[in-house]
């Protein structure tokens, strides 16, 4: 029996605005021979939905390649410009989520044309290599080129870089926290902000022995998360000389790191470890908002009139707003 199958049902808790979706997200099964199927399938446009392009049509789509890490390829970003921003822009690097093992940046569409329309930033959406063909610390190097392109072409792109911010959602508030990380630690770019999604912080919830019995039931679960870390870290996750640019909860302190803002579902697989990464870096002096919210499921925010999804733009949006406008 898995350790989903094994703990009490908890669809009592789900928020009623955010439940019917559950009927209808397809249930993923990921093993390294149903990948590619399910890449496929959650790159597949819904039908009928409206285009982000309509939506938010102030904003202007550039497709760039950046040079990659030494020896590594060149890095495919999306750069989204929105109409009438200032001379000198604030900037956001932003990482899809996928477990590390699906998505592309072109998933982010919608959310990067809205980050650009409400703040007025140029966003950067990353493409990073996926796992298990690219295991760590690929990914995070991916992202590391696309904020050194950032830095340098700063004055080309009209971006002010002392507002450069980095974030993502589930596996890409993993990336951005491991990004955050790694750039403290080369000290050749500074990241002003941290914009952490949900994120997957911690290789070691796989092998918790008493994990939390009200979270990781709906969309991404215990299983999920197993076959994920394992197809990023390229071993069985929960180990000793784990990186933590490829498992940012691992980082040895979390001093000089920048501001953050964290936020997640109390019925998320990452509540614990994300609740537990926002304590340590509020007790490590660094300036931190972090957001839970009741009923919300790992990637809640897929309902649109939901109250939650409401809620949760309108909070990191403005966090983000506040540090740019600071």
Known sequence: MSATENRASTRHLVDPAAAPAL?????????????????????????????????????????????????????????????????????????????????????????????????????????????????????????????????????????????????????GGGLAACLAILARDRAEFPVSFQLLIYPMLDDRTVTTEQPNPYTGEFIWTPESNRFGWTSLLGREPGGEKVSPYASAARVETVTGLPPAYLSVGALDLFLDEDIAYAGR?????????????????????????????????RDFIGALGRHFNR
């Not at 040079?67 to 590594?72: F, I, L, Q, S």
């Open 23 to 171: 009927d209808v997200f397809p249930p993923f099964t990921f093993t390294l021979e149903t990948l590619p199927a399910i890449r496929e399938r959650t790159t597949t446009p819904v039908p009928g939905a409206p285009a982000p392009a309509e939506l938010f049509p102030g904003v202007t789509l550039t497709e760039h390649r950046v040079p990659g890490e030494d020896g590594d390829p060149d890095v495919r970003v999306l750069r989204y410009s929105p109409a009438g921003r200032a001379a000198t822009a604030p900037a956001l690097v932003w990482i899809h989520g996928g477990g590390f093992i699906i998505g592309t940046a072109e998933q982010e569409d919608l959310t990067c044309r809205r980050i650009a329309t409400e703040t007025g930033a140029v966003i950067v959406s990353v493409d990073y290599r996926l796992a298990p063909e690219t295991p760590a610390p690929g990914s995070v190097h991916d992202c590391y080129a696309a904020l050194r392109w950032l830095h340098e072409q700063a004055d080309a792109l009209g971006v002010d870089s002392s507002r450069i911010a980095v974030g993502g959602n589930s596996a």
């Open 281 to 313: 870096l509020l007790r490590a002096g660094v300036p931190t908002e972090l957001h839970v919210y009741p009923g919300g499921y790992h990637g809640f925010n897929m309902v649109p009139d939901a109250w939650m999804t409401k809620a949760y733009f």
